[in-house]
């Protein structure tokens, strides 16, 4: 049925009868949280009762359910729709979702307004990957960060972004720093010509974030750094459809990796950091790179950047945001692994080179340019 | 000392060595989040790093670690403070957040506003548990979910709480159903002379929900349901702190499961459905009751209850709401293991009783009475 959308779960059981009773478990559970026998006729058993689709075999004792929803069950509401493919359903241990297909609800999440496309237009990089500096550490004062930013941006960052823990600390004030680091790129790109993009660490009190936002806009950033693990997805569907803002949204994963970490709860790799993201409207997805101290491994980074990049997701294609292990010794390696639509993060190793900072951006911006 | 808050994690490593390096992986990767060497001097160094405090064995493989964090890494924020707490290292396995000592931050974080006393004030019910019949299927009108409200209120019902499914729906909008239900259970209670409480599910765009719980509270709702994992814990603290509103607050456990479902990442039962809640401001923690369809354990739940409990906790104590299990066969049983300072949660199984609810209401309400 093309009315209803579909989510596929992975299922932990012992045969395939007892998989079934799981997926309608699920399809009860996801929906009217009532025994099945008292489910009332009509309206709610017909249209709002999640229906399993099908079933198959994933391996030994593991299985793919697809189950479908009605839209009635979430209208146009992300967290709703999230409760809907897994609230209640996350508490309970071997089931993991793997699979979304909005099918009517594509209308209503038009996922990325940016997307791959549009970053490179705003970073005027019409090709090859963009290697993307963090101001950091936590701690620093608004005008140190706003110097590191202006040596990064001065040496051929495409973009540089914010540490997730800056946050609103009394020693560098969200307003204040934005205000400081959007003129030290402003001024850095007056001198080399280049657009490299700002990137602020949007948080603080939940009620202060739209105010932030605005000052943010106002002041001239090219973007907003948003951690749907703390702030919720809708933060990010709310900022990403904000028409009158008009700024690319990147997520972080901060406090999301329970929601991996696990083989028989939570998310795929690929659908937490590729779909969901997309789902919610952000433009790039920050994850950790295989290699580093998360220990995702090669398969699951490359399945998320696939899940963010593919031309047949939610919205347009947005970007993968791997963090960490990028040198200018494994440039080509990273490219040829992830492929040009990619946003490389340059973390906290970046300050070992200390004033040689900008010789390192300057070299990796070299070796990933392609030559015409 | 005594100017820092302190994290205690649950941390899998080999041997101490390897136990005490994770401790200070986390100390960067929570705070400044670049290698030790090059942390800047003086404040970042003294003030803003993590700080191991203690390390103590706690089984084979397993150790217990005590990092100790500035008030100036988070500010007055409780997302922030989550951030600091567990964002990144959310990201590594082998890491289970097991405590959190307040210190400092304890004037900023008050907890719960009314907890177990204020709850029992509103409910004029000094003494015993708690009964509360949950509204629902999902797809039902405004007018069918008011009935039942109104049956159960009539029935001796403590509390009434929506189903954390019924959103914003077409079928049942928020605002439509909210009056509705009010005006029911108002009903109800001018017959009985008791004083049900109704807790209306807080769910829509995140942009709108400031003004659902303003007009929620304007139709008279009593309490208001919200769920953290789908909107972020924030929502919790900051309605908890808005004194116009007033309302006391439910948390439901909806997206929760991952951070507590596997062994080696996440945090305890009793930190995720005690402990955070109630530094976050609620009133009441709603979670699965043993021996439903959750498989928490009976030990997870009474760990959860004596968090929610406990005097020495955050802020005054809250009540535990465990769903499911509780009927009046096994209302003897439950209040033993939980204690009468509970509120008992009667889910989907209620509506097997059609018509005759309400009797099941009654003599639940009859045996978990104290007598005088």
Redesign the interface.
């Known amino acids: 049925m093309t009315d209803r959308f579909r989510v596929t779960y992975r299922i932990f059981a012992p045969d395939r009868a007892a998989a079934m009773l799981r997926a309608q478990?699920i399809a009860l559970?996801?929906?009217?949280?009532?025994?099945r026998?008292?489910?009332?006729r009509g309206?709610?058993e017909d249209?709002?009762?999640g229906r399993v689709e099908d079933l198959g075999r994933e391996g030994e004792g593991c299985f793919r359910a697809t189950i479908s929803y009605s839209p009635?069950?979430?209208?146009?509401?992300?967290?709703?729709l999230?409760?809907?493919i897994?609230?209640?359903?996350?508490?309970?241990?071997g089931i993991k979702v793997t699979g979304l297909e909005l099918g009517p609800l594509a209308e209503v999440f038009a996922g990325p307004r940016f997307g791959i496309a549009g970053l490179r237009r705003l970073a005027r990089t019409p090709a090859g990957p963009l290697i993307a500096p963090v101001l950091?550490?936590?701690?620093?004062s608004a005008e140190r960060l706003a110097e590191i930013a202006y040596i990064c941006a001065r040496s051929g960052a495409h973009i540089v972004k914010e540490?997730?823990?800056l946050?609103?600390?009394?020693?560098a004030p969200f307003r204040e720093r934005v205000d400081r680091i959007t003129a030290a790129v402003a001024r850095a790109n007056a001198e080399t010509g280049n657009a490299c993009l700002y990137f602020a660490g949007l948080?603080?009190?939940?009620?202060d974030l739209?105010g932030h936002a605005a000052h943010a806009r106002a002041a001239g950033v090219d973007g907003l750094l948003v951690?749907p693990?703390?702030?919720?997805?809708?933060?990010v569907?709310?900022l990403a459809r904000d028409k009158t803002l008009g700024l690319p949204i990147m997520t972080h994963?901060?406090?999301?990796?329970?929601?991996?970490?696990?083989g028989?709860?939570?998310f795929t790799h690929a659908m937490m950091f590729g779909t969901l993201q997309r789902l919610a409207g952000a433009d790039i997805s920050v994850f950790?790179n295989v290699g580093g101290?998360?220990?995702f491994s090669a398969q699951e980074c490359t399945e998320i950047a696939r899940a963010c990049q593919d031309p047949g997701g939610i919205g347009p294609p947005m970007m993968p945001g791997p963090g960490g292990g990028m040198t200018p010794e494994r440039a080509d390696e990273m490219v040829a692994m992830y492929g040009p639509d990619t946003m490389f993060l340059l973390?906290?190793?970046l300050?070992?080179h200390?004033d040689a900072m900008g010789e390192v951006i300057a070299d990796l911006r070299r070796r990933v340019t392609p030559r015409d």
């Open positions: 478990g559970e996801q929906t009217v949280e009532i025994p026998e008292v489910v009332p309206f709610i249209v709002i009762l009635e069950s979430c209208g146009a509401e992300l967290p709703q999230l409760n809907v897994f609230g209640n359903s996350s508490i309970q241990k950091k550490p936590q701690g620093s540490d997730h823990g946050s609103d600390q009394p020693c948080a603080g009190h939940s009620a739209d951690m693990g703390l702030f919720g997805f809708d933060l569907n709310r994963p901060s406090f999301l990796g329970p929601y991996v970490l696990s028989d709860t939570g950790p101290r998360f220990g973390g906290g190793s300050l070992r200390g």
